[in-house]
T-cell receptor, first 115, second 113 residues
Framework: EAGVVQSPRYKIIEKKQPVAFWCNPISGHNTLYWYLQNLGQGPELLIRYENEEAVDDSQLPKDRFSAERLKGVDSTLKIQPAELGDSAVYLCASSLGQVGYNEQFFGPGTRLTVL | AQSVTQLDSQVPVFEEAPVELRCNYS??????LFWYVQYPNQGLQLLLKYLSGSTLVESINGFEAEFNKSQTSFHLRKPSVHISDTAEYFC???????????FGSGTQLTVLP
């Protein structure tokens, strides 16, 4: 069974440029998460989807970040414009449901460097 | 809000020695606790979890963790580590009220030959 797929694995851009990350969850997983992981820190939730609905986006900086999951399967996270402080690893995870004990499966992440 | 504290950012240990990685969480009426492991250039993988029942939970590769409600702790232990255990370990908690997984800042375990 394929795991959570993310692309690209690495991205280097200049500040003020736009950038997009893509995630394909495990087949059948209706819950999808985007996390931000700064160096030396644990992941922090940005947004959670139940199928195509964003049910928790309270920690997403909406002035520059946006996300979509149009058909309830794969998802895209966008930053426009990127700032130096956005340099981090962006993780995508999926699970069968949003109940707390459902295991979240993580992708390898996209490492973003903003110059 | 739920918070998770991992007291040690780095733990070096010699091969075949025992190790304990410490984790404390903020008190909650009901909480699920997890340990994830992250190998270099890979995603996080679930190592073990506590949902309810027995306070001692084990993983398939020799790690164990004990849920201690009075001390609000969920420390991870292994009696004899291997070089291949070198990785970053994250403790996480999920409480019903927060409805999200909160991670600690991670502990880098380095096993030395």
């Amino acid at each position: 069974e394929a795991g959570v797929v993310q692309s690209p694995r690495y991205k280097i851009i200049e500040k003020k440029q736009p950038v997009a990350f893509w995630c394909n969850p495990i087949s059948g997983h209706n819950t999808l998460y985007w996390y931000l992981q700064n160096l030396g820190q644990g992941p922090e939730l940005l947004i959670r989807y139940e199928n195509e609905e964003a049910v928790d986006d309270s920690q997403l900086p909406k002035d520059r970040f946006s996300a979509e999951r149009l058909k309830g399967v794969d998802s895209t996270l966008k930053i426009q414009p990127a700032e130096l402080g956005d340099s981090a690893v962006y993780l995508c995870a999926s699970s069968l449901g949003q109940v707390g004990y459902n295991e979240q499966f993580f992708g390898p992440g996209t490492r973003l460097t903003v110059l | 809000a739920q918070s998770v504290t991992q007291l040690d950012s780095q733990v070096p240990v010699f091969e075949e020695a025992p190790v304990e990685l410490r984790c404390n969480y903020s008190s909650s009426v009901s909480v699920y606790l997890f340990w994830y492991v992250q190998y270099p250039n890979q995603g996080l993988q679930l190592l073990l979890k506590y949902l309810s029942g027995s306070t001692l939970v084990e993983s398939i590769n020799g790690f164990e963790a004990e849920f201690n409600k009075s001390q609000t702790s969920f420390h991870l232990r292994k009696p004899s580590v291997h070089i291949s255990d070198t990785a970053e370990y994250f403790c996480a908690a999920h409480s019903g009220s927060a409805r999200q997984l909160t991670f600690g800042s991670g502990t880098q375990l380095t096993v030395l030959p």
